[in-house]
């Protein structure tokens, strides 16, 4: 979500003068989504924490991978360094070996990383980035292998790329998750807001298209190459494209699989409102931008929709936006009662949610206030659960009983 546009209002919605705000808010054009889902606004604040500072100096930091043993933490930082934490400090030397063509501008730039599931045995690292340039742009996943050393990426190969290019800087997803099965999960944006347009129309229509990548989550092999037992892999139209695992999505930037489950849950960008958290069901359609809780950033409703019969509903709505990256379960010891629940990254509210899950249902969610826009969460190998600010002197933090 472009930063500023959160609790913007137009006049086209909200008048020029008391006596005509109840009348333009009571058009359906602006009326207030409702449906079977209702949106969490504020919640009660969390207790019992307090945030341990392990490193600052990264800048703009997207994702970052813990490598085996103590040899420390990959990080990227968007505008196109990968960095290795170790022992508290970010080295000062970049790991050098990525692309010089990253498109680092908006939202783009060096985004995601992960390690193989056999990464002690191939050392191979997956990396999420824009490339190209402002007027024609698109998301690519690289593949390179760490050198012993760490200091570079050896044979580095782009062994996927979007299907189309686009233009502007925004709503690239980008989220890497690996699955049970060795397969892996890309998101990928529905392109960005209006009056952004491909071949003629508004690019983010494109999410309901099964022969576009924008607005999916995309499932492949660790090659690259899409996967014979995935929802639309058998289609009989040869438009339908085989990566296609869910779509009618925004932009997910958060992809975690529930712990002792299949389970994977998403988190995704509304526009004004409309935030999302999304159970995932393969070949399922999430509804944007046909039926969402969201409005645009002028104010009038996206659609007249919440729900339809053909649309899997969300399980969780964040109006106001909490502008959702990163996203993780916590499994540790450290806050028995934590044990088990989602924990969802705000960046315009620099926050953590903390969503409740009791016997596999939401019953609730509480907020964990920070003073900077959290990036990333994620559960560390230390079962400790840790969080990337964005911002340009960004900080990797622990998140420790009080």
């Known amino acids: 979500?472009?930063?500023?546009?959160?609790?913007?209002?137009?006049?086209?919605?909200?008048?020029?003068?008391?006596?005509?705000?109840?009348?333009?808010?009571?058009?359906?054009?602006?009326?207030?989504?409702?449906?079977?889902?209702?949106?969490?606004?504020?919640?009660?604040?969390?207790?019992?924490?307090r945030l341990t500072e392990i490193t600052r100096g990264l800048m703009r930091p997207w994702g970052a991978a813990w490598l085996p043993g103590d040899e420390g933490m990959l990080v990227t930082e968007r505008e196109g360094r990968l960095r290795l934490v170790q022992d508290g400090r970010v080295l000062p030397e970049?790991?050098?070996?990525?692309?010089?063509?990253?498109?680092?501008?908006?939202?783009?730039?060096?985004?995601?990383?992960?390690?193989?599931?056999?990464?002690?045995?191939?050392?191979?690292?997956y990396l999420t980035m824009s490339t190209g340039t402002n007027s024609g742009n698109r998301t690519q996943l690289l593949r390179g292998r760490l050198s012993e050393d760490l200091t570079s990426l050896e044979n580095t190969e782009v062994i996927f790329r979007v299907s189309q290019d686009k233009p502007g800087g925004q709503h690239f997803g980008s989220r890497i998750r690996w699955l049970n099965d060795g397969t892996l999960l890309l998101s990928i944006g529905d392109g960005g807001n209006p009056p952004i347009r491909l071949d003629g129309d508004l690019i983010r229509k494109r999410a309901q298209d099964l022969s576009a990548h924008f607005g999916k989550l995309l499932r492949m092999d660790e090659d690259g190459e899409p996967v014979p037992?995935?929802?639309?892999?058998?289609?009989?139209?040869?438009?339908?494209?085989?990566?296609?695992?869910?779509?009618?999505?925004?932009?997910?930037?958060?992809?975690?699989?529930?712990?002792?489950?299949?389970?994977?849950?998403?988190?995704?960008?509304?526009?004004?409102?409309?935030?999302?958290?999304?159970?995932?069901?393969?070949?399922?359609?999430?509804?944007?931008?046909?039926?969402?809780?969201?409005?645009?950033?002028?104010?009038?409703?996206?659609?007249?929709?919440?729900?339809?019969?053909?649309?899997?509903?969300?399980?969780?709505?964040?109006?106001p936006s909490i502008a959702p990256s990163g996203l993780t379960f916590y499994t540790g010891d450290a806050f028995p009662d934590w044990r088990g629940d989602m924990f969802a990254g705000g960046l315009v509210t620099q926050q953590i949610r903390r969503?409740?899950?009791?016997?596999?249902?939401?019953?609730?969610?509480?907020?964990?206030?920070?003073?900077?826009?959290?990036?990333?969460?994620?559960?560390?190998?230390?079962?400790?659960?840790?969080?990337?600010?964005?911002?340009?002197?960004g900080g990797l933090y622990r998140i420790d009983p009080e």
């Open 1 to 49: 979500m472009p930063d500023g546009l959160v609790r913007r209002f137009h006049t086209q919605c909200i008048g020029l003068a008391a006596s005509g705000v109840v009348l333009l808010l009571s058009t359906p054009a602006c009326a207030k989504p409702s449906g079977p889902v209702t949106p969490t606004g504020e919640t009660e604040a969390e207790t019992g924490w």
């Open 94 to 125: 970049p790991i050098t070996g990525l692309p010089n063509d990253i498109y680092s501008n908006g939202q783009g730039g060096l985004l995601d990383i992960q390690l193989h599931p056999q990464f002690d045995a191939n050392r191979l690292v």
């Open 229 to 319: 037992d995935s929802p639309f892999a058998s289609d009989d139209d040869p438009e339908t494209d085989p990566y296609i695992y869910a779509y009618g999505l925004r932009n997910v930037q958060g992809i975690a699989r529930r712990p002792g489950t299949d389970e994977i849950w998403v988190t995704e960008h509304g526009a004004r409102g409309g935030d999302e958290a999304n159970l995932i069901s393969a070949g399922s359609n999430y509804g944007w931008p046909e039926v969402t809780y969201s409005r645009e950033y002028s104010g009038p409703r996206i659609s007249n929709l919440t729900t339809r019969k053909d649309v899997t509903a969300p399980a969780v709505v964040w109006t």
């Open 355 to 393: 969503i409740d899950f009791e016997n596999g249902r939401i019953v609730g969610q509480t907020t964990l206030q920070f003073k900077d826009r959290v990036r990333w969460v994620e559960m560390g190998p230390d079962g400790g659960l840790y969080v990337l600010t964005d911002e340009v002197d």
